[in-house]
């Protein structure tokens, strides 16, 4: 994938306070959080909760997200499916081909923009672990059970969907142990259940993603849908974006700053967010407009930002 590292009141610090603020600023809300992913998760919790049980219960399904998908641990599925020579199926779980075909169909629906098959070119940017040759995205075959690279150079790279996936998971076992109210945020990425301990309804920032702002440029009000946002971070040993166009084997357009979508599901956001962000500020709107998704876009304007909404985003900016 396109190394999505967030850049929406990332995962640590200062950024990550600011996008919770609006949530634990009132009322008797707790903040815990845990390790996940090289970054941290953050849950607003109401007074009372079971802290521990909440701690065993999302670091489990971290470990397990992680042993699958991470491109960075020698013994993960996908590691041993990137490194395998063969054209044969590999056997994998059905939770690792269900997220490999949602891959695929925004591969599909994007005309390749979004793209898992381009570690390599990441990597030579000086992001991500993956080496070799590029091969094409379209020459893997997913069934139930297991999967089959027709090309044998084929790596795949799916944190740019998988961390979503990771966090509906979590946000699903929570509900199911019989927390109503909970806002969970991992890497920037948020889901709900509920209102706020205080009874309103959860808010959250926005960050303004102009290099050395520090701030939030806004508050929303996501009303049970999930929240993920892509921008860039000009890191890495090239001091470009993390964000590959993958049409064009080059880093994106760095004149749209960041995108924030709102979606069902987490992993829906997380992977529209990579989408738009590498189609840039001109086809990402016209492209999300036509699809009805509710954006926001955040161009670079001079100094200044140029906001663009999407669907329905408008309705739920608070401030």
């Excluded at 970054?39 to 079971?50: D, E, F, K, M, S």
């Excluded at 799916?158 to 909970?182: P, S, T």
């Amino acid at each position: 994938m396109q190394m999505t590292r967030r850049h929406f009141l990332a995962a640590a610090g200062a950024g990550t306070l600011a996008l919770l603020a609006p949530a634990v600023q009132a009322g008797e809300a707790r903040l815990l959080s845990g390790a996940a992913f090289g970054g941290r998760w953050h849950a607003v919790l109401p007074p009372g909760t079971a802290e521990p049980e909440v701690r065993a219960t999302l670091g489990a399904i971290v470990g397990q997200i992680d042993a699958l998908f991470s491109p960075y641990r020698r013994d993960s599925v996908l590691t041993r499916l990137n490194g395998h020579g063969g054209t044969d199926w590999q056997p994998v779980t059905l939770e690792f081909a269900g997220l490999a075909r949602a891959a695929q169909a925004l591969h599909e629906d994007s005309d390749g923009s979004f793209d898992p098959a381009i570690g390599p070119i990441v990597n030579r940017f000086g992001y991500g672990p993956i080496t070799g040759r590029v091969a094409p995205f379209g020459t893997l075959e997913v069934r139930e059970d297991a999967l089959r690279k027709a090309d044998p150079a084929l790596t795949l790279d799916l944190c740019g969907i998988a961390k979503g996936h990771a966090l509906d998971r979590m946000i699903a076992a929570l509900g199911a142990a019989g927390l109503g109210n909970i806002l969970l945020e991992l890497g920037g990425e948020v889901r709900t259940l509920g209102t706020h301990p205080d009874g309103r309804g959860w808010q959250v920032g926005i960050e303004d993603p102009r290099p050395g702002a520090a701030r939030v440029h806004g508050v929303i009000a996501p009303r049970g849908r999930a929240v993920a946002t892509s921008g860039h971070a000009a890191q890495g040993a090239a001091g470009v974006t993390h964000l590959i166009d993958p049409r064009r084997g080059r880093p994106a357009d760095m004149g749209l700053l960041s995108v924030t979508v709102l979606a069902g599901t987490a992993q829906a956001a997380d992977g529209l967010a990579t989408t738009l962000a590498v189609l840039g500020p001109e086809d990402g709107p016209a492209w999300a407009e036509a699809r009805g998704i509710a954006t926001l876009f955040l161009l670079a304007d001079g100094p200044g930002l140029r906001p663009i909404t999407t669907g329905d985003f408008a309705d739920h900016i608070l401030a």
